[in-house]
């Protein structure tokens, strides 16, 4: 039982590059959502789906951009990376109150 | 918007009783969650409380007081494994997504 599943762990990419974060779950959730984690700070909701076609913003949406094409998937893109946007970032999905969280990840952009 | 707030550091002993308390401020309120995090990993779901009272789960119990808007998780007979950050969440929203608070850095000493 994989749980949440997320690619890459670990990346660098230079200022304006572009990337897309992949986030698989197979335990057949609804909701699926992106944080991330900057140091000593909780983490913070970018975007999140409560369903396959669907997304919507969450705390701090900005240079970001999500697809919920399938049901197991939740991508989360960068078009343009800026150092602001290096950060740990978080994977989870949810049947209802409890989050089960992807391992992370660990994204530096310089 | 949703705020919270929770102690940044407490310090306790092997064997010891700790209560990480947080108090919060949101609309739509669901329930109080609370996710432990080892350095490195990833958040992982420990207790919710969507109703006043106290709910315990082996040695970690969790207490809500919805009037008050406040919450605490309380850990007895610590081990050294339970050094790690405390997070306390609201949620919230259509997806109940979750608001994080800043941590709490629980260390035990020998």
């Known amino acids: 039982n994989a749980g949440v599943t997320q690619t890459p762990k670990f990346r660098v990419l230079k200022t304006g590059q572009s990337m897309t974060l992949l986030c698989a779950q197979d335990?057949?959730?609804?909701?699926m959502y992106w944080y991330r984690q900057d140091p000593g700070m909780g983490l913070r909701l970018i975007h999140y789906?409560?369903?396959?076609?669907?997304?919507a913003k969450g705390e701090v949406p900005d240079g970001y951009n999500v697809s919920r094409l399938k049901k197991q998937n939740f991508l989360l893109g960068l078009e343009s990376a800026a150092p602001s946007q290096t950060s740990v970032y978080f994977c989870?999905?949810?049947?209802?109150?409890?989050?089960?969280f992807g391992s992370g990840t660990r994204l530096t952009v310089v | 918007g949703q705020s919270l707030e929770q102690p940044s550091e407490v310090t306790a002993v092997e064997g010891a009783i700790v209560q990480i308390n947080c108090t919060y401020q949101?609309?739509?309120?669901?329930?109080l969650s609370w996710y432990q995090q080892h350095d490195g990993g990833a958040p992982t779901f420990l207790s919710y409380?969507?109703?006043?009272g106290l709910e315990e789960t082996g040695r970690f119990s969790s207490f809500l007081s919805r009037s008050d808007s406040y919450g605490y998780l309380l850990l007895q007979e610590l081990q050294m494994k339970d050094s790690a950050s405390y997070f306390c969440?609201?949620?919230?929203?259509?997806?109940?997504?979750?608001?994080f608070g800043s941590g709490t850095q629980l260390t035990v000493l020998p």
């Open positions: 989870a999905s949810s049947l209802s109150y409890g989050y089960t």
């Open positions: 335990m057949n959730h609804e909701y």
């Open positions: 789906s409560v369903g396959e076609g669907t997304t």
């Open positions: 949101t609309s739509g309120f669901y329930g």
């Open positions: 409380n969507a109703l006043d």
């Open positions: 969440a609201v949620a919230s929203g259509s997806a109940r997504q979750l608001t």
